[in-house]
């Protein structure tokens, strides 16, 4: 049973998700709150495995929100939904160590089945805004080398994927590479850029332009 909390201010939204993911086989909404302020005074009571996170709240912003749980919880998965789709926000967010950014409109369909995907190492975004990251990634290629990060193309690859939201096995069928060759290179990445997870990796080579 994957665990959720919800953090949204609009009550009619907050309420219509908290029905679909409770009418969901498999799924938990462990609570739901207004503010990223309630929600994490009652954090370690809750025990959510994963946090559906609205960006635009009253107050604490979902983006610091997003920090504040990875410091206090850092196995907990933050999927941000917003209906900000700016660039700012979404490498914000991802910064901050969200796993994922959907917008408002996704279909219920798939936001559970993103819900899912996040649950099982994935990091799923709504389709145009994983476009913007992959342009983004395109865009600024060429600083890769004024950086001094030097990313193999295999390497590059993989990051690219991450950020479009492919597991490790998608990744691995994609590239004709096994399991453990993807973790290695993930390894690798990681040490590279100095980071500690998938989002880190994500969020600090878009913020950067390293690849």
């Excluded at 009550?11 to 609570?31: D, Q, S, W, Y």
């Excluded at 990251?133 to 950086?147: G, L």
Aim: hydrophobic share 40%; with cysteine; glycine share 6%.
């Amino acid at each position: 049973m994957i665990r959720i909390i919800l953090v949204e201010d609009n009550r009619t939204i907050r309420e219509g998700l908290t029905v679909l993911i409770n009418a969901t086989e498999g799924l938990k909404c462990a609570a739901n709150y207004r503010s990223c302020e309630d929600m994490l005074e009652h954090l370690s009571e809750d025990k959510p495995d994963l946090i559906l996170m609205d960006i635009g709240l009253p107050g604490m912003s979902g983006i610091e929100g997003t920090k504040k749980v990875k410091e206090m919880q850092p196995e907990v998965l933050i999927l941000v939904l917003s209906i900000y789709e700016d660039n700012d926000n979404i490498f914000e967010a991802l910064c901050a160590g969200a796993c994922g950014y959907l917008v408002k409109k996704t279909p219920p369909a798939r936001l559970i089945e993103a819900i899912n995907e996040a649950y099982n190492g994935g990091s799923p975004m709504s389709a145009h805004i994983a476009r913007k990251v992959v342009n983004y990634f395109q865009d600024h290629v060429k600083q890769a080398d004024k950086s001094g990060i030097n990313l193999s193309d295999r390497e590059r690859d993989i990051l690219i994927s991450l950020s479009k939201g492919n597991s490790y096995k998608m990744i691995a069928d994609a590239q004709c590479i096994s399991l453990d060759t993807v973790r290695y290179h993930i390894r690798n990445i990681y040490q590279k850029l100095q980071v500690h997870s998938q989002s880190e990796a994500v969020g600090k080579a878009l913020r950067k332009g390293w690849i």
